[in-house]
Structure formats: C-alpha cells, structure tokens
C-alpha cells in the first residue's frame, strides 16, 4: 500500500508540476502577444506619420530649391540623409533582433530547472539502490 501510495503522490507531483509550467508558457504567450499587437500598431503609426513628414518637408525643399542652381544638390543632400536614416533604423532593428531576450525565456528556464532536480532524483536513487543493505539481504 505504501508504494502504491508513493506512486500516486508522485504522479500527482508531477502532473501538477506539467499543470504549473503549461499556464507559464500560457500567460507568457498572451503576454507577447497583446505585447507584439501594440508595438506593431505603434509602428505602423509612427511610419506612417513619418513617412507624411518626410514627404512634405521633402517637397518644401524641392520647392525651395528649384528655381536655383542647387536643386540637385539639395535633392542629393535629402537622399543621402534618408539612406543615413533608412540605415540606421535598420541597425536598430537588426540589435534589436539580436539581443532581446528569447520569448518564453521564463518557461525554458522553468523547464530547465525541473529537468536538472529530476536528473539528480534519480541519480541519488540509483546510489540508494546500488548501496549494501544493513540488514544483509
């Protein structure tokens, strides 16, 4: 009976550890979503009011410009300030990238922890196993 006893307190153990870990990933998951549902609208905002700045002062220049002889260089300054830019925010996004922390980071860790405590259970029940008994049998 002790055993059976053992067994199922076991199971039990480790179902709710399994129960635990899934509403982890699952609340870490709801997290990156709504997270990545309002950086991706904010980016869009940001682009496309950006993108009408841009226009309209670009044409402020153009416009400022034409009648001189420095319209092309006017226009050629411009251009190479938006690759600048367009560089630039594409660095910052490739960083960005690179050294965020992986999502699930937490569940992984959680996972990582678990299987480390269940490696060393059964290697100190192998050594219990593998010990002479007192008794002698």
């Known amino acids: 009976m002790a055993l059976r006893q ?3 307190d076991t199971a039990a153990t480790l179902l709710a ?4 870990r899934l509403e982890l990933f699952s609340l870490e998951a709801s997290e ?3 997270r990545l549902v309002k950086v991706l609208g904010m980016a869009f905002a940001a682009l496309l009011f950006l993108a009408l700045a841009l226009l309209v002062f670009s044409i402020a220049v153009a416009l400022y410009f034409w009648p001189t002889e420095q319209r ?3 226009l050629g300054v411009l251009a190479l300030l938006y690759a600048a830019a367009g560089l630039g925010f ?3 996004v490739r960083r960005a990238l690179l050294f ?3 999502p699930f980071a937490v569940t992984l860790n959680e996972l990582k922890r678990d299987m480390s405590l269940i490696e060393r259970l ?4 192998q050594t219990s196993e593998n010990r002479p008994r007192k008794d002698g049998l």
Do not use: N
Request: proline residues 4%.
């Open 17 to 20: 550890v399994v129960r635990t």
């Open 122 to 125: 059964g290697d100190s029940l």
């Open 6 to 8: 053992s067994v199922g």
């Open 100 to 102: 965020e922390p992986m």
């Open 90 to 92: 594409f660095w910052a």
């Open 32 to 34: 990156q979503k709504v």
């Open 72 to 74: 092309y260089i006017a």
